[in-house]
């Protein structure tokens, strides 16, 4: 490493790595991010996103894109409803004028509006890591499926659920939370699908019963509702219920049986959807995890603290993580370059596993209470009170962030 340009490589494209660029080029320091897809837009990224005001719109904030992001997102997606399995409403939230505590955004949107604002040649597609080492210098080198090798002196890992990059810091891996979900999409609702799109109406639409059985549904962009139909089992349910995953048919008929005591409006949101499903599951890292620092490198979002997305936590922390990243490493200072650096990512850790730990555990703890198998209602939490908290701690973590640099300057 140089006295002035060391070198910094974030693993993934993603909202997380994409945001940590961002900030540093904002800082005026150099960085490269690599990531395995062919493009920004090469595959499908997922559903929507809630950006809250204490997390994902600070980072947002800090990566001059805020007014961006206002002028794409949704307002009117916080909208939320919760039914039980036989249609009828238990709860509903509609946002007033002017809340902006948490809305909406495609994240194939947000990733274009990441990516569109780093200079030209930031992201290096097409490059899938394989393998992460230490070198006898001190830094790292990534080896990628393509060939090729790059060494850094700080490696941010970026890369998600999988990640290549943690294995450096930490032998933990994601623990399977025991739900299984069937990702679909209704196309053209509002022409096509009018029921589906009164049910879920702008926002998110919530049922479940007590035999750990859910369908949640969520307006997207562009006319698309996105379905998720979820049960508690084993990654492999399929194999002991003799279901073909490349056959919709087979699927349909599955669910047909399983949801059976469903209403006859509910289960049309789990049969009439437009293409194939998609198999998912719900992961998680043992919550809170920590590791010592290990010099050179750092991990940010998924690959830091994959959570159950309940409470929408995950994509908010993770531009969070990235932002407060770049912040420490501009801050890096001190007669050796290397031990700045150092010092300013250990920082970093610290805060973040405080900020991330305990909404971790409570993820985690809500996706299983709200797929447990019991005659106890599980109640939703309160929309508008959630919002008054987005808003106070937002103005809180702003304060806290002017104390700290007022204590800076005098130090």
């Not at 996103?49 to 719109?57: I, K, N, P, R, T």
Request: overall charge negative; charged content about 25%; hydrophobic content about 40%.
């Amino acid at each position: 490493m140089t006295n002035s340009t060391p070198r910094i490589c974030v693993v993934g494209g993603g909202p997380a790595g994409l945001t940590c660029a961002r900030v540093l080029q904002g800082h005026g320091i150099e960085v490269t991010v690599y990531d395995a897809d062919d493009s920004v837009d090469s595959r499908d990224p997922g559903g929507t996103l809630d950006l809250h005001a204490d997390s994902g719109q600070i980072a947002l904030a800090d990566a001059g894109l805020l007014d961006a992001f206002m002028a794409r997102a949704r307002p009117e997606g916080q909208a939320k409803t919760r039914r039980d399995h036989h249609g009828t409403v238990l709860a509903e939230f509609t946002p007033g004028p002017g809340d902006e505590a948490a809305p909406e955004i495609d994240r194939g949107r947000l990733r274009r509006l990441l990516f569109d604002h780093l200079r030209p040649g930031t992201v290096r597609w097409g490059h899938r890591l394989v393998r992460a080492t230490r070198t006898v210098h001190g830094g790292h080198r990534l080896e990628f499926a393509d060939g090729t090798t790059v060494e850094a002196d700080l490696v941010i890992g970026a890369d998600g659920a999988w990640s290549k990059v943690r294995p450096l810091v930490s032998d933990a891996t994601p623990r399977h939370l025991g739900v299984c979900f069937l990702d679909a999409r209704f196309d053209e609702v509002d022409s096509r699908h009018p029921e589906v799109a009164g049910i879920v109406g702008a926002g998110h639409m919530f049922s479940n019963d007590n035999d750990g059985r859910a369908v949640i549904l969520q307006r997207n962009g562009d006319g698309v509702v996105r379905g998720y139909i979820a049960f508690r089992a084993a990654p492999d349910w399929h194999v002991g219920a003799g279901v073909d995953l490349t056959d919709r048919e087979s699927i349909r008929s599955h669910l047909t049986r399983e949801f059976g005591h469903w209403s006859a409006v509910m289960r049309a949101l789990i049969v009439r959807n437009d293409g194939d499903y998609v198999p998912r599951s719900f992961q998680a890292l043992p919550a809170p995890l920590t590791w010592e620092h290990v010099p050179g490198v750092t991990l940010i979002g998924d690959a830091a603290h994959l959570m159950a997305p309940f409470g929408g936590h995950g994509a908010n922390l993770a531009m969070l993580d990235g932002a407060e990243l770049a912040h420490a490493v501009s801050r890096a200072s001190g007669p050796d370059p290397a031990t700045g650096l150092d010092e300013a990512v250990t920082r970093y850790e610290s805060d973040m596993f405080a900020r991330s730990g305990d909404l971790a555990v409570s993820s985690n703890e809500a996706l299983l209470q709200f797929f447990a198998t019991t005659d106890v209602p599980d109640l939703p939490p309160d929309p508008e009170q959630e919002h008054r908290d987005y808003l106070a701690r937002a103005e809180a973590y702003r304060q806290e962030r002017a104390r700290r640099a007022d204590e800076r300057t005098d130090s």
